[in-house]
């Protein structure tokens, strides 16, 4: 099957208290890979039919460190030694350079306007965008407009802005938040750009699986959107495949007793192949229809 590429970028707050976050980005970007990948095959997509950017933000404080970015990947690893290098530092006050960021989105949808475009944005941070005012202040403090205007950064942006852009180029951010204080306003991020929003529990003890449960079905449900199925059916896979997994954890004893059973030669309904996974399968698809 020939398939259009998605093309996903995810945002992450890289200031001093977002150390946990970048570890586990860092620990779970391979297993994401393998997940989307092996159900992508499974159901007929190339599994190349998805690159990742991943792209960190910080305060005007880390200056030219504002934003790091890496460039658009299919190999995971590329994106972990990326990630190796990524550090948790600075945050001049509480809200963040969030501006860089979706000004960066916006560089890289005019990079792209012919052929494979930026497909969806996926920001995880702990504080708020900042204000317009907020922004020309920070820029003074640190490093004045004479460094700014060196950089690529020389124009001051501001995140409403940015996001009436991304609005244009229908091109959605969903928004999540670690902590409750940003809620407000990546609220109003994912409205604007027709995003998806929420709270992401990434310091708790299954940190790293809401991190893969989060990104992987946005990514795998891009695929499909951009390829002209807007169902939810890849999406739907990897939730069962989760489950399964859960189950099988939870029930390895009856798992195996009930494996047994459905392919005992005195079985009529023998099935070689038997697994939760197809039960499953089969379910949903009922549930579908109706």
Same mark, same amino acid.
């Given at each position: 099957?020939?398939?259009?590429?998605? #093309?996903?970028?995810?945002?992450?707050? =890289?200031?001093?208290?977002?150390? !946990?976050?970048?570890?586990?980005?860092?620990?779970?970007?391979?297993?994401?890979?393998?997940?989307?990948i092996?159900?992508l095959?499974e159901?007929?997509?190339?599994s190349?039919? %998805?690159?990742?950017q991943?792209?960190?933000?910080?305060?005007?404080?880390?200056l030219k460190?504002?934003?790091?970015?890496?460039?658009w990947?299919?190999k995971?690893?590329?994106?972990?030694?990326?990630m190796n290098?990524?550090? =948790?530092n600075g945050?001049?006050?509480y809200?963040?350079?969030?501006?860089?960021?979706?000004? !960066?989105?916006n560089?890289?949808?005019?990079?792209?306007k012919?052929?494979?475009?930026v497909?969806?944005v996926?920001l995880?941070?702990?504080?708020?965008?900042?204000? +317009?005012d907020?922004?020309?202040?920070?820029?003074?403090r640190?490093?004045?407009?004479?460094?700014w205007?060196?950089?690529?950064f020389?124009?001051?942006?501001f995140?409403?802005? $940015?996001?009436?852009?991304?609005? $244009?180029?229908?091109?959605?951010? !969903? =928004? *999540?938040?670690?902590?409750?204080?940003?809620?407000?306003c *990546?609220?109003?991020? =994912?409205?604007?750009?027709?995003?998806?929003?929420? %709270?992401l529990d990434v310091?708790s003890?299954?940190?790293?699986?809401?991190?893969?449960?989060?990104?992987?079905?946005?990514?795998?449900?891009?695929?499909e959107?951009?390829?002209?199925?807007?169902?939810?059916?890849?999406?739907? +896979? *990897?939730?069962?495949?989760?489950?399964?997994l859960?189950?099988?954890?939870? *029930?390895?004893?009856?798992?195996?007793h009930?494996?047994?059973? %459905?392919?005992?030669?005195?079985?009529?309904? #023998?099935?070689e192949?038997?697994?939760?996974?197809?039960?499953?399968?089969?379910?949903i698809?009922?549930?579908? #229809?109706?």
């Amino acid at each position: 099957m020939t398939n259009s590429r998605s #093309k996903t970028m995810v945002l992450m707050d =890289a200031t001093g208290s977002m150390g !946990h976050l970048l570890n586990q980005v860092k620990y779970t970007i391979c297993t994401m890979f393998d997940r989307a990948i092996d159900i992508l095959t499974e159901y007929g997509f190339s599994s190349d039919s %998805f690159e990742i950017q991943l792209a960190v933000y910080r305060d005007y404080d880390s200056l030219k460190n504002v934003l790091q970015t890496n460039e658009w990947e299919r190999k995971p690893l590329n994106l972990r030694n990326f990630m190796n290098n990524i550090k =948790a530092n600075g945050g001049a006050d509480y809200a963040e350079a969030i501006e860089i960021e979706l000004w !960066h989105v916006n560089q890289e949808i005019k990079r792209f306007k012919s052929g494979d475009g930026v497909s969806q944005v996926i920001l995880i941070g702990d504080a708020p965008a900042k204000s +317009i005012d907020s922004v020309k202040e920070y820029r003074k403090r640190f490093g004045g407009e004479n460094f700014w205007s060196k950089t690529k950064f020389k124009v001051p942006t501001f995140y409403i802005d $940015e996001l009436n852009l991304l609005k $244009e180029s229908e091109v959605p951010v !969903h =928004a *999540f938040f670690v902590e409750n204080g940003p809620e407000e306003c *990546f609220s109003e991020i =994912a409205r604007i750009t027709g995003g998806q929003t929420g %709270f992401l529990d990434v310091n708790s003890s299954d940190g790293s699986d809401k991190l893969i449960d989060l990104i992987t079905p946005l990514i795998l449900g891009n695929i499909e959107t951009i390829n002209g199925n807007p169902g939810n059916q890849l999406s739907n +896979i *990897f939730f069962l495949l989760n489950l399964e997994l859960d189950l099988r954890a939870r *029930f390895e004893p009856l798992y195996i007793h009930i494996a047994k059973i %459905f392919n005992s030669s005195s079985n009529s309904t #023998k099935d070689e192949n038997f697994s939760f996974k197809a039960i499953l399968v089969d379910m949903i698809k009922v549930v579908e #229809k109706r």
